[in-house]
């Protein structure tokens, strides 16, 4: 970690997602719905950079509507092949 870099404990769910603290989401103007990319490293996991919209393209808002939409039907496929 270089000189002056910050750091922070980060927790994850049951769903294995990643609690980033609130300074952080603040600083990086993180919200929800934004993007970043997930790096496997010799090191461990690297989260790597928040990604921008496209000009022209979907919202995050909407974006992150259709990701929880796909995760929604692929968990009602999945409770239909095993049940409950």
């Not at 870099?5 to 719905?33: A, C, Y």
């Not at 919209?53 to 496929?77: D, I, M, Q």
């Amino acid at each position: 970690m270089k000189a002056g870099t910050k750091s922070d404990n980060v927790w994850f769910t049951t769903k294995g997602q990643v609690v980033i603290p609130l300074w952080m989401r603040k600083e990086f103007h993180i919200e929800e719905g934004s993007r970043a990319v997930v790096v496997v490293t010799d090191g461990g996991i690297l989260l790597h950079g928040i990604l921008k919209r496209k000009p022209g393209g979907k919202s995050f808002t909407e974006e992150w509507a259709e990701h929880k939409n796909e995760e929604r039907a692929l968990e009602e496929e999945n409770y239909a092949r095993h049940g409950p």
